[in-house]
Each structure stands twice: as structure tokens, then as C-alpha cells.
């Protein structure tokens, strides 16, 4: 089982990066990156209206928190790659990421409705942890913070990505390995892309 530090429980407004899987009705997967607080023994949610993340929630009353190092899915999803070996939850009908290093199943307790983010607070259940946690590593850290500017490329102006890509740019140069690589390349063809051709949102 994951522990629950105390700090954790004392800085509720503190968000971690999280890969969020669940399934819909229809029994199709879907994973999608999201920041979540603790609280207690709850993890909230806050997804985006429209997403498909709140409407598998809502209609299954369940979803899995995956924790992982992997920072190629975090960029896979916002690029248009959410296709990750997925295996069966233990106890909810719902799927894990199969290279998660531990993961949490969550059953919805409580539904806060709002026009924009609603805030879906979720009770643990059962957890297990895969493998290990190597340590921080700063293009892992580099890809997160650019899957975030990919997410809103739409929400920001064209010189503040630029600076921001320009700077996440020298802890890839330095530190990141293959899969790092990999992700940054998507997310400078995202940044591209858009540019190209602009779009609106990113539903998670």
C-alpha cells in the first residue's frame, strides 16, 4: 500500500502529475494526464467540462491513479498518443497502466458540479506498488512542464511558449535519455502543428 505522508495531508493544495486511466460504458479505455491533491485519505479531481475522463467517472463511479516516471505518456496524450499497454484493476471494472511504478484504485464518494471544473472527490481503495522509483530526473520534469504548455497552446500567446519551450529545452540537451527524446520531439511537432493549424482545446 502507498503511504499517506503527513505533509501531504497538510498541503491540500499541493498537485502532483498523474496519469488518470477509466473506462466508459462501452468498456473502451482511456488515459489522460492529470494534477490531483490529497486530502486525507481522498484524492480530488478537478477535469475539465467537456472530457472524457468526467464522463467515464460519472457513469462508472470509478477511475485508477497511475504513478509513473514514464514522461512519454504525458506527452503521448496531449499529442494525440493514448494508446499505452493497459492490463485489468484488481478490484473496480476499470484498467491500469500496465508500466506504472504503483497505482491506486479510486471509487467516487462526492460531486462538487461546476460550469467549468467540477471537483470529484475520490476515496482510496486498494494499491500496489510495481517497481521502484529511480530518482528525479530533470527532462522528465522538462517534458511534464511542456506537455502542460502543449495542453493550452490554445489558452497562451505564441512568445510565452516560445521562452518557456526555449528554456525546458536545456535540461532535455542535458539530462534526457531515449524515451525523453522521443517525447520532446512530439511536443515540439505539437507546437508546430498548432502553429499551422490552430485548434481549440485538449479534452482529457
Known amino acids: ?9 497538510e498541503n491540500p493544495t499541493m498537485i502532483f502529475e498523474t496519469i488518470v486511466t477509466t473506462l466508459s460504458t462501452a468498456g473502451a479505455p482511456h488515459v489522460a494526464p492529470m494534477g490531483v491533491r490529497y ?14 475522463t468526467l464522463e467515464n467517472i460519472i457513469a462508472s463511479g470509478c477511475a485508477v491513479l497511475n504513478l ?16 499505452w499497454p493497459l492490463v485489468t484493476a484488481e478490484t473496480i471494472p476499470c484498467v491500469r497502466l500496465a508500466s506504472s511504478l504503483g497505482h491506486v484504485e479510486l471509487h467516487l464518494a462526492l460531486v462538487r458540479d461546476d460550469p ?11 494499491a500496489a506498488r510495481h517497481a521502484d522509483f529511480a530518482g528525479f530526473n ?22 510565452k511558449i516560445d521562452s518557456e519551450m526555449a528554456y525546458l529545452q536545456i ?14 520531439d512530439w511536443l515540439r511537432d505539437a507546437v508546430d ?11 482529457s
Open 1 to 9: 500500500m502507498h503511504p499517506h505522508p503527513a505533509d501531504l495531508r
Open 39 to 52: 486530502e486525507g485519505d481522498q484524492v480530488v479531481l478537478m477535469p475539465f467540462k467537456p472530457s472524457t
Open 68 to 83: 509513473t516516471t514514464d514522461t512519454r505518456i504525458f506527452a503521448g496524450c496531449v499529442t494525440g498518443r493514448r494508446d
Open 116 to 126: 467549468t471544473r467540477p471537483v470529484l472527490q475520490m476515496a482510496r481503495g486498494y
Open 138 to 159: 530533470r527532462a522528465q520534469a522538462a517534458i511534464i512542464e511542456g506537455a502542460v504548455l502543449v495542453s493550452r497552446l490554445h489558452m497562451l500567446p505564441a512568445s
Open 171 to 184: 535540461a532535455i540537451d542535458k539530462t534526457a535519455g531515449p524515451g525523453e527524446r522521443e517525447a520532446w
Open 193 to 203: 502543428a498548432f502553429r499551422a493549424h490552430p485548434r481549440r482545446g485538449n479534452a
